[in-house]
């Protein structure tokens, strides 16, 4: 009887065998599609590795990748998503740790991998096709970020609203930081909620805070790369954050949507949409006035920007921030030999035709040098607000660059967590600017 | 049948003991590939850690630089990191404790019902299968704050006044954690303590009964004592698991609203994937080794003695 | 035997239903029913919420986040597999569950019949060093362990996934297989030692026959964990493989859209191969678990 079982077993162990086999082919066979190889276009394969988690970008991927593959007469190019969600670093680092770097690489927080030599410089016959202010080289003289999208910094960073609300009830757009209070106050008469926004993931709880710290960074903006960078020499301190801090705090113990810690980005469109609240928080953009037209398409949606006590509408406007995305070639793509069609990938993408499928596919265009030439994509409803922001004379641009020695996105990791906690009741102000001062001084040394 | 052998073999000694250092020598390679495995894949590893720990490693770079004890100084004085330890050991031993109590009271259900008994054991495992991560993701939405599903009932039910910002709720949320951990039937622990409820004599629980003992008394005195053996290999399985909870702290409350709900499993990770710092993350993972060893060996014994002493 | 287990109730304890003696239906009995029923009513409400979830659209998920399908938009299941490598994943899995416990199958058993048998303090060392693993979590050694890998190639890889598996398996392997083993008389494979089997063969064809009760338990046990693992392939795995199922699933919670619809048809999905894990090996399991972990 044993022996019958035994053979039992080894039946099933090598029917296991064989299913682990059969396994085994088809994942080598899904995970070999590293090498670049021939193909149809008589040149090499570039991979263009690229950030998901906002279906607009997804789609600008896809369409300029089609795009370009149609014409291209020296290789293919094959869109291959990173996993973004809200852990992009992390994301980023185990792709590094494979050394398995494609050509083309959609980066955030590059600092870290030019430092490394991960990154190949982007030669000037990209950066030629781009307006000057729209890169900036790193601190070697070589530039390895370009723009992935419009230059238009931190724009996105801003609130959508509820148009019709604001019709119904007289209500206008702001203009000042006091009329943006006391439009506040008046939703709030009316038994309504007037903002929501999300802090659930580390990343998107900027979205209150940038735009009421700017006018702090503004300060600092002129000179030396920006206010983290000051802060870095000693000639700014963390203690001028108080005052922002302090702001933010007041909106959410006065004016928030309760629930907000444990809000997520992806959520405020439903906030929105079912009138929980007249305005909320976007870090988006664009993308979340797509998100809300594609969810509910009669809903009136607008947009603008927290201004300032006098007025100003700052905006960063960096393009090497930890926030503003941008393109890279890949150090490793000048040794497989792909870096030329890495290039002419830039130089596509550079072009008004490329621009054109950029537009359509619903992200606007970076800015190149001949971007009067680029057809503007005006089809969602509320994208004027957007693009008469870009025309607004009270719209400044400051630069607040993050320093390149040390490891600045640990700092402000911490920071936004910290900054969660302070709004949370959690710690006191001046505990929380303590513990920043501490934070900081480990991990960004002064920078040269 | 050794004696037998012994008789008819007619060995010398030597022989007798060239066969049984050949018989180590076999055994011993039976051993050998997982024990070269474990070696490489834990052992190896952990006391890596140990080295990293004394270091500034960022995760990325090739290079490091030994830093001596300045982690495990930092460590010390860093309240986030006895905040996640504070939460670690509500998480763990929380979690270990209730899932067993849950465990045992559906065992006891379980042993009770002699219809379809498979259907029921079926479905009281069913639940098990769900992945935490998955319930966790389906769970975040549900206690959404301004339209999830729990505080939409509670306000339904007329009781608005408990309905919550409970992934938000810096003060409460860790309980809430617990509670969700322990949202479960028991799953293995529950078919560990059954299958030991059903081999009790069933001769020993009439007799009680006979001296006249109620339910009550028929588990304290004859059951309880019966269960000691499941009870210690459950309770410390759920204790090691508790340890490391990390996929609901990462998915429910990604360690927030800002730290307070970070586990030492969740900071560790934090640390070095999220902020580049891995030797300082080494530190926190030679500080939870030690916590999770400490623990189980005592435990461990304190449970084998109330085993001996019953 | 039969006669005197029979008379006294005892047989409660034994498998063979078809000779249990008829109970009544006890009010107790129905009460037990009912709990455990609305117990498991209110433990899966998750899932079932999930279920329904899984057929309605983005929108109406979006303006609605706890409404009920009004149309069943059994699509979300097609366009998972369309729009996402959501195949490559459940592929993946497949791949990481079925390689690890096949390799665990072969080396586990033996391991544990070495540590058993190898007699003297070199037993009793083994087992310890062995068991030292239940006390390592994997987040203990996961930094130099992505060194490590990343520094021999296989960081990123399937494999990488497997080897942890394998080497986190083996504490609570060696313990449940060698509590089982020390009930297993040594006088059978003595037996066949005279008949000039050798070892390999003995194990195989006669000891481990014997533990099937066992290798079932830690099969199912083993199975469901590395299948709904999350954290080790979060870590191990990068953006060039589709990743495991939970690892998709993650990646669907977009920072600033999320797919809810395909993350709910997912959830449900990544369900259906547990069920069957679990229906397929039920019976042994609940033996297994009685003869293993009890004894442990």
């Known amino acids: 009887m044993t022996y019958g079982f035994a053979r039992n077993?080894?039946?099933?162990?090598?029917?296991?065998s064989a299913v682990a086999a059969l396994c085994g082919v088809a994942a080598c066979g899904a995970g070999s599609k590293t090498a670049s190889s021939g193909d149809a276009n008589g040149g090499k394969t570039a991979r263009f590795l690229y950030a998901t988690g906002d279906e607009t970008w997804n789609a600008t991927v896809k369409a300029v990748v089609d795009a370009y593959n149609k014409q291209s007469t020296m290789g293919t190019v094959v869109a291959e998503p990173l996993t973004a969600g809200s852990d992009y670093a992390t994301a980023m680092k185990t792709m590094d740790a494979t050394n398995n770097w494609p050509t083309i690489v959609d980066m955030r927080d590059y600092t870290t991998y030019a430092k490394a030599g991960k990154?190949?410089?982007?030669?000037?016959?990209?950066?030629?096709?781009?307006?000057?202010?729209?890169?900036?080289p790193y601190s070697d003289g070589n530039v390895y970020l370009v723009p992935s999208s419009a230059n238009n910094g931190e724009i996105g960073i801003n609130i959508v609203y509820n148009k019709d609300y604001f019709n119904e009830h007289d209500l206008e757009v702001p203009t000042t930081w006091d009329e943006f209070i006391k439009l506040m106050d008046d939703i709030k008469a009316n038994g309504d909620t007037p903002l929501a926004t999300a802090a659930a993931e580390n990343w998107p709880s900027d979205q209150i805070f940038k735009p009421i710290a700017n006018s702090v960074f503004a300060k600092h903006s002129a000179e030396h790369g920006g206010y983290w960078m000051d802060v870095a020499n000693g000639k700014a301190s963390l203690d001028e954050l108080k005052e922002p801090m302090e702001k933010v705090k007041m909106l959410i113990d006065n004016y928030v949507l309760s629930g907000w810690q444990s809000t997520q980005d992806a959520?405020?469109?439903?906030?929105?949409?079912?009138?929980?609240?007249?305005?909320?928080?976007t870090s988006a953009g664009l993308g979340r006035l797509k998100d809300i037209n594609k969810v509910k398409s009669d809903f009136n949606a607008g947009m603008f920007l927290i201004p300032d006590e006098e007025g100003n509408l700052n905006v960063v406007k960096n393009?090497?921030?930890?926030?503003?995305?941008?393109?890279?070639?890949?150090?490793?793509?000048?040794?497989?030999?792909?870096?030329?069609?890495?290039?002419d990938f830039l130089k596509y993408f550079y072009s008004v035709e490329g621009s054109n499928v950029v537009e359509q596919s619903g992200t606007i265009s970076a800015n190149i040098k001949d971007s009067d030439k680029v057809t503007r994509n005006e089809s969602i409803p509320g994208s004027e607000d957007y693009f008469n922001l870009l025309k607004n004379p009270k719209l400044k641009w400051i630069s607040n660059e993050s320093p390149t020695e040390g490891t600045f996105s640990s700092f402000n990791s911490f920071f936004r967590q910290a900054r969660v906690a302070y709004?949370?009741?959690?710690?006191?102000?001046?505990?929380?600017?303590?513990?920043?001062?501490?934070?900081?001084?480990?991990?960004?040394?002064?920078?040269n | 049948m050794a004696t037998v052998r012994r008789g008819t073999s007619g060995a010398s000694h030597n022989a007798i003991h060239a066969q049984a250092r050949r018989n180590k020598l076999m055994m011993f390679l039976f051993t050998l590939p997982m024990l070269v495995l474990f070696l490489w894949i834990v052992i190896f590893p952990s006391l890596q850690s140990i080295q990293l720990s004394f270091t500034n490693y960022d995760g990325i770079s090739a290079k490091y630089d030994y830093v001596g004890l300045r982690n495990y100084q930092e460590i010390i004085g860093s309240g986030r990191f006895w905040n996640s330890t504070k939460n670690t050991l509500i998480l763990g031993i929380g979690s270990a404790f209730i899932i067993n109590v849950i465990s045992l009271a559906v065992a006891l259900l379980l042993d009770h019902i002699k219809h379809f008994a498979g259907f029921f054991r079926t479905i009281v495992y069913l639940p098990s299968l769900v992945s935490a991560f998955i319930v966790s993701t389906i769970w975040k939405y549900m206690l959404n704050s301004n339209f999830g599903a729990v505080n939409e009932i509670l306000t339904k039910m007329g009781l608005d006044s408990l309905a919550h910002d409970w992934l938000g709720d810096s003060k409460h949320i860790i309980w809430v954690l617990l509670f969700l951990i322990c949202f479960t039937l028991g799953g293995n622990t529950t078919l560990i303590y059954l299958s030991n409820l059903q081999s009790v004599p069933q001769e020993l629980v009439e007799a009680a009964e006979v001296d006249g003992a109620n339910g009550l008394q028929v588990f304290r005195h004859v059951t309880w004592p019966m269960l000691a053996g499941s009870v210690t290999v459950n309770f410390t399985l759920a204790l090691i698991g508790g340890w490391v909870i990390f996929d609901q702290v990462m998915v429910l409350t990604g360690g927030g609203p800002g730290f307070v709900s970070e586990t030492m499993a969740f900071f560790i990770y934090r640390l070095g994937f999220g902020e580049y710092r891995a030797g300082f993350g080494s530190a926190a993972a030679v500080i939870l080794f030690i916590v999770v060893m400490i623990t189980t060996l005592i435990t461990n014994k304190y449970m084998r003695s109330r085993e001996i002493q019953q | 035997m039969s006669a005197t287990t029979v008379s006294s109730k005892a047989i409660r304890a034994s498998k063979k239903k078809d000779k249990k003696v008829k109970e009544k239906f006890t009010l107790g009995e129905g009460v037990c029913m009912l709990v455990t029923a609305v117990l498991f009513c209110i433990v899966a409400f998750p899932v079932f919420y999930a279920f329904l979830q899984s057929f309605r659209t983005y929108a109406e998920i979006t303006i609605d986040p706890m409404g009920m399908p009004t149309v069943w938009h059994w699509e979300n299941y097609v366009r998972l597999f369309q729009d996402t490598d959501f195949l490559g994943a459940t592929f993946n899995t497949l791949f990481i569950t079925v390689i690890s416990l096949a390799i665990l199958i072969i080396i586990l058993p033996m391991a544990a019949y070495g540590v058993e048998r190898i007699g003297g303090k070199a037993s009793g060392f083994l087992y310890l060093l062995f068991l030292s693993g239940l006390m390592i979590p994997f987040q203990v050694r996961m930094i130099p362990l992505v060194r490590m890998f990343n520094a021999i190639g296989i960081y990123g890889d399937l494999w990488a996934v497997i080897l942890v598996h394998l080497g986190g398996a083996a504490g609570f392997g060696i313990l449940l297989y060698c509590s089982f083993l020390k009930g297993v008389?040594?006088?059978?494979?003595?037996?066949?030692?005279?008949?000039?089997?050798?070892?390999?063969?003995?194990f195989w064809q006669i000891v481990f026959p014997m533990l099937m009760p066992v290798t079932s338990a830690f099969v199912i046990t083993n199975a469901l964990s590395f299948w709904n693992d999350f954290f080790i392939p979060l870590v191990m795995l990068d953006?060039?493989?589709?990743?495991?199922?939970?690892?998709?699933?993650?990646?669907?919670?977009?920072?600033?859209?999320?797919?809810?619809?395909?993350?709910?048809?997912?959830?449900?999905?990544?369900?259906?191969?547990s069920l069957i894990i679990f229906a397929a090996f039920q019976r042994y399991f609940i033996k297994g678990m009685a003869v293993g972990a009890v004894k442990g």
């Open chain 1, 319 to 343: 393009a090497v921030g930890d926030t503003s995305t941008g393109l890279a070639l890949s150090a490793q793509s000048k040794e497989n030999g792909t870096y030329d069609l890495g290039v």
């Open chain 1, 267 to 281: 959520q405020t469109t439903t906030l929105l949409v079912t009138g929980k609240t007249v305005m909320a928080t």
């Open chain 3, 239 to 273: 953006a060039s493989s589709a990743g495991t199922i939970n690892v998709a699933i993650n990646r669907m919670v977009g920072l600033l859209t999320s797919q809810w619809e395909l993350i709910y048809a997912g959830a449900i999905i990544s369900l259906i191969p």
């Open chain 1, 9 to 16: 077993v080894k039946r099933a162990i090598a029917a296991v």
């Open chain 1, 423 to 447: 709004q949370d009741n959690q710690k006191d102000l001046d505990t929380t600017i303590a513990e920043l001062k501490a934070e900081f001084a480990k991990d960004v040394p002064a920078q």
């Open chain 1, 119 to 136: 990154l190949a410089p982007i030669p000037s016959e990209v950066t030629d096709l781009l307006q000057d202010d729209a890169y900036a």
């Open chain 3, 185 to 202: 008389p040594v006088s059978l494979e003595e037996a066949a030692s005279l008949d000039g089997a050798g070892r390999l063969r003995i």
